[in-house]
């Protein structure tokens, strides 16, 4: 069966940089698209990047110019590279796996995504 696993989360100061991995396994990574998402405490888990099997990225505007999606495809890996991090970014970090042929525009939708890691945690202090 699919599976996610994600690490690196932690805490850091604002300002500071942490780089999150998720590997995958059970299923042919090179032909799905990724995504990143995260859920601060009461609040809904929100979309924050996705990378295409073409590499194509996207981020959702609070996270542009400090946010960086790559992957691996022979380590079966998508990374998320935080960095000038905020208290605000403070959640846990889900990755998940885009269902294939989704359209770019449906592309930052949790219902689009069908296999989700247990999350890490970032807290980022003020």
């Known amino acids: 069966q699919v599976q996610l696993v994600e690490s690196g989360g932690g805490l850091v100061q604002a300002g500071g940089s942490l780089r999150l991995s998720c590997q995958a396994s059970g299923l042919t990574f090179r032909n799905y698209g990724m995504g990143w998402f995260r859920q601060a405490p009461g609040k809904e888990r929100e979309f924050v990047a996705r990378i295409m099997t073409t590499y194509r990225t996207y981020y959702r505007d609070s996270v542009k110019g400090r946010f960086t999606i790559t992957r691996e495809n022979s380590k079966n890996t998508v990374y998320l590279e935080m960095n000038s991090l905020k208290p605000e970014d403070t959640a846990v970090y889900y990755c998940?796996?885009?269902?294939?042929?989704?359209?770019?525009?449906?592309?930052?939708?949790?219902?689009?995504?069908?296999?989700w890691g247990h999350g890490t945690q970032v807290t980022v202090s003020s």
């Open positions: 998940a796996v885009l269902r294939p042929s989704t359209i770019l525009s449906q592309s930052t939708e949790e219902s689009r995504y069908d296999y």
